[in-house]
């Protein structure tokens, strides 16, 4: 009888040929993730040391001052329409009852009718932003500039976070809800919130989460850590508080809102203080002149 012309060869297992093609580009994946992963780690430390730098006044000044015309323009651009902006605080004034804490129409009518100051909050709700957040990151840059680094993540962070959130839940103030709470910033200061001007860099719906009281997290701990005053240090204890009165009497935030600025903030200062250490460690990096060390 003939024999097969493959007869004597070394046989492969049944599925030899499938599994040696599964192993080689498992290889070749395991290489390529290897790549990107190394590709990853000398990103993240580039933004580690970018973060730890700080660099002169003129640069810094020019960082923040674009990073917050920025997120105003983005926020004032970037966001829903009124009627998805009421109906998103609808529900909220729904999670608010439930909770017991919905306190918004009691306390600004409480502030009202026992003449509680309020064209002192009203003022405090701009001046918060646009006075004491800048003179603050100013100062510190100055006098505590060790610190200033991370601060200045923080904000940055804080405001990238607070950016996607009003665009994916736009949430309307209570000044602007079918039955309104009054606006006392437009009675009360020569700023009109309702204005062309202030609408062409202002979201309206833009009300959860409220960056006015995260970020006076940051005055309030910039005043209790780098000064060594008992006067300012208790108004660093304060300002919080201060702060979060003023933007519900004022009628321009909900009780809630204070809770998610303090989610948006409290995270980005733990990240922007890691990224710092990092940047500082990787690259052996210190400001040119620390300043003063705080108390």
Known sequence: MAQSSDEGLPRRPWGGGLVAALMALAGELGRGGRAVARRLAAGLARLRRAAATVGDGRREALIMAGAYGLYNAVRGLWGGTLDEGRANADGLVELERSLGVHWEPALQRFFVDHGLAMPFWSALYLVSQIVALPLTLILVFLFAR?????????????????????????VAPPRLMADPLADTVSAQTPVDLESDFIQAFYNPVAAMPSLHVGLAVVVGW????????WPTRLLGLLYPVLI?????????????????????????????AWLVRGGRRAGDIRPADPGPAPP
Not at 222 to 229: R, V, Y
Not at 247 to 271: C, R
């Open 146 to 170: 060790r610190a200033y680094a991370a601060l200045r993540g923080m904000a940055l962070i804080a405001w990238c976070a607070g950016l996607v959130w009003y665009a994916v839940q736009p």
């Open 222 to 229: 910039a005043l209790w850590a780098l000064t060594p005053w």
């Open 244 to 272: 979060a009165i003023s933007i519900v009497v004022t009628g321009n935030h909900w009780i809630l809102d204070i809770a998610g600025g303090l989610a948006v903030v409290l995270p980005a200062a733990a990240i922007a």
